[in-house]
T-cell receptor
């Protein structure tokens, strides 16, 4: 249970363009989705938390107008990196909130390697 | 908010030896402590976890201990093998739908 599908697995884009990353929960309903970013040789840092049907909550220092999050349904959350720059190159990974029982622990999408050139 | 510190940042052991990685956390409300193994370019893989109502948990060669009073938890890997080489992260959360706060990671290298 608690399978999350994340796409694309890797993307290369030009500076100034936008990239959308999708995370779909396949066998359960995710009311919450955590979005993490991991720079090379560093830890996973939470960027924002998306909630189905409401505005996302952003961590300090993360620009909400640059990293647009949409959580329109219980099975889909998206992260759009707008006007991407080389410093946005990173590994982006989603993780759904598990609800009250934590039966499945935390699961993660397979990650998206973004390279901005 | 929660702050998780992890030591050491790198660890090299010989095959067959034990490896210990230690973490401390700051938020006494945290009650769930997972450990992840991450290989290059891959998602973190849960290897073991412990909840605050348990002091120790073991799964074959891997064990985790938790000291709630001191806010410490540790990962123990015995009889290390080359395939144990990876980056390991500890994490802490308040459970339910709470976010995970990760430690800084430990690069473990098991040499022959």
């Amino acid at each position: 249970g608690a399978v999350v599908s994340q796409h694309p697995s890797w993307v290369i884009c030009k500076s100034g363009t936008s990239v959308k990353i999708e995370c779909r929960s396949l066998d359960f309903q995710a009311t919450t989705m955590f979005w993490y970013r991991q720079f090379p040789k560093q830890s996973l840092m939470l960027m924002a938390t998306s909630n189905e049907g409401s505005k996302a909550t952003y961590e300090q220092g993360v620009e909400k107008d640059k990293f647009l999050i949409n959580h329109a349904s219980l099975t889909l959350s998206t992260l759009t990196v707008t006007s991407a720059h080389p410093e946005d190159s990173s590994f982006y990974i989603c993780s759904p909130g598990q609800g009250a029982s934590l039966n499945y622990g935390y699961t993660f999408g397979s990650g998206t390697r973004l390279t901005v050139v | 908010g929660e702050n998780v510190e992890q030591h050491p940042s790198t660890l090299s052991v010989q095959e067959g030896d034990s490896a210990v990685i230690k973490c401390t956390y700051s938020d006494s409300a945290s009650n769930y402590f997972p450990w992840y193994k991450q290989e290059l370019g891959k998602r973190p893989q849960l290897i073991i976890d412990i909840r605050s109502n348990v002091g120790e948990k073991k799964d074959q060669r891997i064990a985790v201990t938790l000291n709630k009073t001191a806010k410490h938890f540790s990962l123990h890997i015995t009889e290390t093998q080359p395939e144990d080489s990876a980056v390991y992260f500890c994490a802490a959360s308040g459970g339910t739908a709470s976010k995970l706060t990760f430690g800084t990671g430990t690069r473990l290298q098991v040499t022959l």
